[in-house]
């Protein structure tokens, strides 16, 4: 096998109507997660619900009639209760630093103050403010910038409440429509705390550390200033906040300074103790910690060794201790965590035989997965998507030992396929519907879930906060396996649990030796070893469409997806999913879902921009796409069909939560697979192009993969670059910890 020439590839030309035709790989994107950061870089806004993760922009509390959103945020509040009552109930500091309280930290640990992209920036103020920069901390790569979960407005608001905060907002030439957050994240004396603290208006969606300046302006006149004390609190949890958008659970202070002077603080060095003090974020030691370093010093101690320390005897040199800041929902979330494991792991019955279902197993593989589950608690199993057959065959061998088993997908399309492969509909159900109560066994009387062994497939799909929930709803003796690729795309939410489970080696490992079939398995294998290879396609599986740019590329993925697939390899438009590197730009989801629906379902948007039939995705609740199609509107609200499920999206929900879908993002893409797939890279998507997303983008189609190939050799630099750790999170450390 060789690897792909430069700049084109054998095949049709750019012309010709039949596209499938070639038998070679095309050009990938970057890194998933910052594939829509880069896209949505020069936009104001982000696609309405549906940022890079999936991730909604609009307020989940105002569509009653999703009963399983609402429940996953209750049950969401209730584990969060339970985490902070086990963390009162601790005694001493955080091992890994030290924690401190106060107002700020009681704010932020309610809300997250991010940018839901619902509105363009200069819609915030009179006078437009300048815009702000992108990236709000250097990283050593770009990384996807997702929505926010949405600020809700607590039940407890009041007219007046709400009144009084708009009558301030208006006074500091802010909307009213931020009169409601605001008045639910700051509770009934929000009008007089805004009026007090100005930049707390950073804690609600959409605003800028630009919009808060202005309106502080107006509000307190020359009684600020750049270095107030207010503002540079409200800066560093700001910072935190945009920083989780991005993965992170927490960051080097050396970074939040650096991002801090930036922003015009001339000490970011007291601001950062400042907001330290004042519980605004928490700070932790990755290292030896130093006993006489109280905590608010900590932040610089390690500047004072000039990057290297000396031991007792004056000889040799240690590396600096890394000062970590984090947000309290991240450092409680990734410590429950942590905990749960350990406590999976110690509980677990460690002599039972499973050896006759073992021995029965359909291939060696899942005779290893069913041996090492019968004797851990918590196992971690590796492997593409042919590898799922061995947690299939895990859950029905434990079935049939009378064990109660079942596992978790991240989609409901993994759900299907799941499903299908145990062979007992019942034994495969979604992770959030889990979660929340609306699919499973339930749970007992003591808050646990009805299961001897669980398996979650799909496991980089997991974040921090989400995996804390999931473990603290398993009782002692429960098995847990987390099962998946670590090829391909992290979570949508903040953190990196399997990759950090991995890393740690917390449990026994299990890789798979199933390697995944034909020429788009063999593409796919390649590039997860950072190769590019040619493929022999005789069956037209794997397609390169060199174009020249972005609005050929558009031309040729409609001809693709309406024609050519149907006609040569006979899989309908419906069955073809095209996947992009960002919602932006003129080659995004945004002009390729606009392109597709005016040739394959044309019609005026009659229903909020959408007509019967049209192809949706739709977000009911933070970092969760599920694809469904338009049936009808009424009064009650927009129709759609969602795999076979009736789903029924209040009016005012539509803009914030369903959009078109014949176009998504690699990261709303994860997950599932489609018989089809047809990915997208225009020359502008060269930067955003990683190995992760090129594996993740390539392996969504089963029997075939069309390229559209418009980035020359940033292809296949992309994949043969070893990818880096993207995020920054204190999960691996603590398990390494518990372990020892």
């Known amino acids: 096998m060789t690897a792909l020439p430069r700049g084109e590839s054998p095949g049709p030309s750019a012309t010709d109507d039949d596209s499938v035709g070639t038998d070679e790989p095309a050009t990938a994107p970057a890194s998933a997660e910052d594939a829509d950061a880069v896209a949505d870089e020069g936009e104001g806004e982000d696609e309405a619900g549906t940022a890079e993760g999936g991730t909604p922009a609009g307020d989940d509390d105002a569509a009653p009639a999703l009963s ?117 994240t700051l509770g009934a004396q929000a009008a007089e705390t805004l009026r007090a603290d100005p930049w707390l208006l950073l804690s609600l969606p959409g605003v800028t550390p630009e919009h808060a300046d202005g309106f502080a302006r107006a509000l307190l006149g020359d009684g600020c200033g750049p270095d107030d004390e207010r503002r540079t609190a409200a800066l560093v949890g700001w910072l935190l906040e945009r920083a989780a958008l991005q993965g992170h659970t927490a960051l080097d202070a050396v970074q939040v300074r650096a991002a801090l002077a930036t922003r015009a603080v001339t000490d970011p060095e007291e601001a950062v103790q400042h907001a330290i003090a004042e519980g605004v974020v928490l700070v932790f030691q990755d290292g030896p910690e130093d006993e006489e370093t109280p905590g608010a010093d900590a932040a610089h101690a390690a500047d004072e060794t000039d990057g290297t320390a000396e031991d007792a005897d004056g000889g040799a040199e240690r590396e600096p201790v890394q000062v970590l800041l984090g947000l309290d929902r991240y450092a409680l979330a990734e410590e429950s965590l942590a905990d749960g494991l350990a406590r999976l792991v110690n509980a677990c019955e460690k002599d039972a035989d499973w050896s006759d279902a073992a021995a029965a197993a359909p291939s060696p593989s899942a005779a290893e997965l069913i041996r090492t589950a019968a004797a851990h608690g918590l196992v971690a199993h590796t492997g593409g998507e042919a590898a799922r057959a061995e947690p299939a065959a ?119 030796r199933t390697p995944d079939p034909g020429p788009i398995g063999e593409l796919v294998s390649g590039i997860g070893i950072g190769e590019l290879n040619q493929v022999e396609a005789p069956g037209k599986e794997v397609v390169i469409v060199p174009v020249r740019d972005a609005g050929e590329a558009v031309h040729r993925t409609v001809q693709l997806v309406a024609d050519s697939v149907p006609r040569v390899i006979g899989v309908p438009a419906s069955d073809t999913q095209v996947i992009t590197v960002g919602h932006g730009g003129s080659a995004g989801t945004r002009a390729l879902n606009e392109a597709l629906k005016q040739r394959l379902n044309p019609g005026p948007g009659r229903f909020g921009g959408f007509d019967p039939g049209d192809r949706v995705a ?71 192009l990683s190995r992760p997303w090129v594996y993740t983008a390539f392996s969504r189609g089963e029997r075939h993969l069309s390229v559209v190939h418009g980035v020359d050799q940033a292809l296949p630099r992309a994949v043969a670059q070893s990818p880096a750790q993207d995020r920054t999170t204190r999960l691996r450390a603590l398990l390494e910890a518990s372990g020892g």
């Open 68 to 184: 399983e959103a609402e429940a996953e945020l209750a049950a969401q509040r209730e584990l969060r209760e339970r985490i902070e009552k086990r963390k009162a109930e601790k005694e001493g500091p955080i091992p890994a630093g030290t924690k401190l309280s106060g107002p700020a930290a009681d704010l932020l640990a309610a809300v997250r103050a991010v940018e839901s992209g619902e509105k363009p920036g200069d819609a915030f103020f009179d006078s437009p403010a300048p815009s702000p920069a992108r990236r709000s901390v250097p990283a050593p790569a770009p990384v996807r910038e997702r929505a926010a979960e949405p600020v809700r407005v607590a039940q407890g608001a009041s007219a007046e409440a709400v009144a009084a905060v708009a009558a301030v907002l208006a006074e500091g030439g802010a909307p009213e429509a931020l009169a409601g957050p605001a008045a639910g």
């Open 394 to 512: 895990l859950i029905a061998a434990a079935n049939g030992l009378g064990l109660r088993a079942l596992g978790a997908t991240h989609s409901a399309d993994g759900r299907q396929r799941l499903a299908a492969a145990v062979g007992e509909h019942g034994a495969a159900v979604t992770l959030a519907g889990l979660l929340s109560g609306s699919e499973g066994p339930g749970r007992d009387d003591e808050g646990a879930l009805s299961v001897d062994l669980i398996v979650v497939l799909d496991a980089p799909q997991l974040d921090v906060e989400t995996g804390a929930m999931l473990v603290e709803s398993l009782a002692d003796g429960t098995r847990l396996v987390l099962s998946g690729d670590p090829g391909v795309l992290g979570s949508a939410g903040a953190g990196r649990v399997f990759a950090d489970v991995l890393a740690a080696r917390a449990c026994p490992q299990v890789v798979s």
């Open 618 to 688: 739709h977000v009911p609740a933070p970092g969760r796409t599920v694809p469904g199609v338009v049936v009808s509107a009424d009064a009650e609200g927009l129709h759609l069909d969602c795999a076979g499920s009736p789903v029924v999206v209040p009016q005012e929900r539509v803009a914030a939560s369903v959009r078109h879908a014949w176009a998504l993002s690699a990261h709303q893409a994860a997950g599932m697979r489609w018989p089809a797939a047809v990915v997208v890279l225009p020359g502008d998507a060269a930067q955003g």
